[in-house]
């Protein structure tokens, strides 16, 4: 793949992103923001000082959660293009718009969906303020081993298809792949930090919303880059115009 290539990619890659971006935006501001008003009235109702807001939670809500989640998603998208021209033609026989659909789906896996079953979002009030680094630290450390996890499983299921066939290679990189992220769930310390008196309701519901805008983000991104994907490297060729000649004229010209 030519640099034009990968750079035209890389440029229909975060567009896809600020799609993708502006679907998650609305889920975010939909689902999430009332789990967090939610949660800071009751951080409020049990908190003693109320320091003064450097920020408002107006803004915070609104150009605030917009430019975050915007230059998260084109971030995200130009990230995911690179990964896409190497991945293309690797992993498989598969048209530009499925290895975009399989490499979102992936991503969403080992990205968000691993790391967040050990250590799921939490809203506002949850959690000590003294402990933020270590699980800052945890959360990432768990994301990283999922990334490189997934790519160790790939590596394997390509080089057992040769002997095992394509199904059987898929069904034992992806047992390998659980079985290793089950012993780094066992491994890596537990962070549980919710308050006794905290709505169980509330925790669930913002988790839920938290985990539905990864969803949105990179489920449309799958969609709307394969789709540009598949124009710019799979053209549909153009058609001929035939023009009918009449048959007066064809005679003439014999």
Known sequence: ?????????????????LGAGLLALVVAYLL????????IAYEDAHSAEH???????????????????????????GFA??????????VGRFT???TAALLSGAALLAVYVVPFLKYPANPPSIGDPETIGKRTTLYFLMMALSVLLAVAAVIVGKRLAPRLGTWYATVVAVLAFS???????????????????FSATLLWQFR??????????????GLLFGHLAERLLS??????????????????SV
């Not at 053209?235 to 003439?252: G, L």
Request: proline content about 6%.
């Open 1 to 17: 793949m030519n640099s034009a290539t990968v750079r035209s990619l890389l440029v229909r890659g975060m567009l896809a992103g």
């Open 208 to 221: 839920l919303a938290a985990l539905g805008i990864q969803l949105t983000l990179w489920a449309s991104f």
């Open 32 to 39: 999430g923001e009332p789990r967090v008003d939610a949660a």
């Open 51 to 77: 320091g003064m807001e450097l920020v408002s939670r107006t803004l915070q809500s609104t150009a605030g959660l917009a430019t975050g989640v915007l230059i998260y998603g084109v971030s995200l998208g």
């Open 81 to 90: 293009a690179l990964a896409f021209c190497f991945a293309l033609g690797r």
């Open 179 to 197: 079985v290793a992220a089950g012993l780094a769930y066992a491994f890596l310390p537990a962070v549980n930090e919710v308050p006794e008196d």
């Open 96 to 98: 530009p718009r499925a």
């Open 235 to 252: 053209p549909k060729p153009a058609t001929a115009t035939v023009r009918e000649v009449p048959a007066e004229a064809a005679a003439s």
